[in-house]
């Protein structure tokens, strides 16, 4: 039988710790022969890195997680406090490298009241990062970014965001508390102010809702990103699956994740049609980083996100149902979540109940 | 004695149902002289209009605006929800021709646990609406806007920033409830992604930070704007003044209306150092349009943030001040704060109060 292969990039900070977690959490499922043997490959990147070597991705990382591995997963980069000359990065630039163009986010609460999804598109937007420093005739400084959105990239996001609203009106019409009783798909854009770049984006999901007629049972809502995020705070329970450009859907993403607790909960996965790169959503936390209370939940429901992507399901179902059992028991938790836990501590409570 | 002239821009939907409250209140503060004589000038502008006529913000409008007042209130625009060629958004325009740089949302909630204003810079950023369609190589298309970020515009939102700190330090001195031991500025940026543009923004805040000594007694603390809205949701109460590029500040300050109970109930001024036009932060609401019941309380309260732009303070004061006695008494409510009152019972509740 295959052996499955994992890139880890740890990256920085907590990454080093809740990446473990997750490994150990998918070895289990292994043993107990819910997935076939694994095999892991630490791979580098990440600030720390770039200080000690001068670059944030070396071309070995790219070149392995091309060829050479089945999945990945990947920590959490630090940002520089100040402007680091040659530093960029590199989470950023492996979703450009592998085209790993969906950033997906589910967010719900144990008590099945909120269920979301963000699918923001992972390739384009501002993270072009095509930016250009000049001098006005008065010698002051102007920036300029281009933003840049294109029909194929924003028709490709919108087609998966209709089918993962078909994938989870299946898996809702099979049991589970959910507050949804049609699925839909809620477009995010700024369209009032970007008339032309929204407005390709606004009109590319359109396209994509009309491309399969199998898509015709979900419902598209048009949707202000201004009030998106209002409403998100008001109302949670009425959305579904939110497809969004790339850098509106960074901010939904975190703000969603101020809905169910805490950042260490919320997983994601930078996916394309063939490839999955886990990444929980919270940041490298330099100032819990070291001590072993960095909550590992998010980590391990982006391991099982990456396997679900590849095919299983069975597995990943089995990782999400040990971990709600762990949060709705509530004895083993870490600090953000108001327990006194240890990482590992939490990681044991998930192992044992899977 | 001089009289007063506003500018009235109901625009469309509730615009119109907003601004009579707020006119109301105003003319009583003069009747009782706490203001001078007033008079108000009707002007056209928004999508209605331009439906009609073919422009969003007809030349006299501008015009009238420059020249013939000494303040202005701006209801609301509707966006069409189909790109409408010719259709630009005026409040945009507005903010642009008569360089009112910055937008002013403060927010805050009547048992003082959350007090936090947003000083969003109102003139540049993606609103300077330079887009460009294309099409690539395959024939599909592509769309690109141009982000652009100045030090003087930076500069300047920044020592506004610093200078609202101190002032509403200053307020705290002198009695009232706050969560703040010490005034502080945050600076909202996303400089891990747009070093060039996001880094200008925060070294320019930071220079804004150390041009003045008075300043040195208001904390920095720079944020990035995903982190931003995330934290906003879980610890709102710790933040005092927030400063953010055009497009964050416009997204951010839709969420901190949440945190308050209704969009209803948030002000906001688009000003310069001379001129302050107000506008309550909801939108035209069509679906509640001409039923008499939207909220005229964001409104009422952007007159009195306009009023006390132009230096009377005292009058602005007993607005606010009659304003949080209906909310705090809670008799008097439109149906967003689940009340079942009118905007005419709203507007004569804050009358009384007066
Ligand atoms: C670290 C940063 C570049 C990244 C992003 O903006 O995409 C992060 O916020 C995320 O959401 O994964
Ligand atoms: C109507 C729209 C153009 C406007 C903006 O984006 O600035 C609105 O959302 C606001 O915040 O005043």
Redesign the interface.
Known sequence: TKTLRFGMLPADGIGHEVLPPAQRVLEELSTRKALPKLEFIPLNAGFDYFRRSGVALPDETIEVMKSGVDGAMFGSVS???H?VTGY??PI?ALRKHLDLYANIRPVSTVDGKVDMVTVRENTEC??I?K???DR?P?G?????????????ASERIGKLAFEIALKRDKVRQSGGSSPHSEPSVWSIH????????D??FR?SIKAAHKSDERFDKVKLV?Q????F??????EPQIFDVCVAPN??G??????A???VGS?GVVPSINANDTFAMGEPVH?SAPDIAGKNIANPIASIRSAALMIEHMGYSDAAASIYKAVDEVLKEGKMLTPDLGGKSSTTDVQDAVLKAL
């Open positions: 940002s520089p406090s402007k960029s990065s950023v501002l993270y990062k930016e250009e420093l006005l008065d002051t400084k102007v920036a300029r970014a281009t933003r840049q959105i294109t029909q194929n700024k369209s009032n102010v970007l008339s032309v770049t407005g390709l009109e048009e202000l990103v201004d009030s995020v209002y409403r998100m705070f008001r850098l509106y960074d901010i939904i993403s975190d703000g994740a101020a809905l950042l940041g």
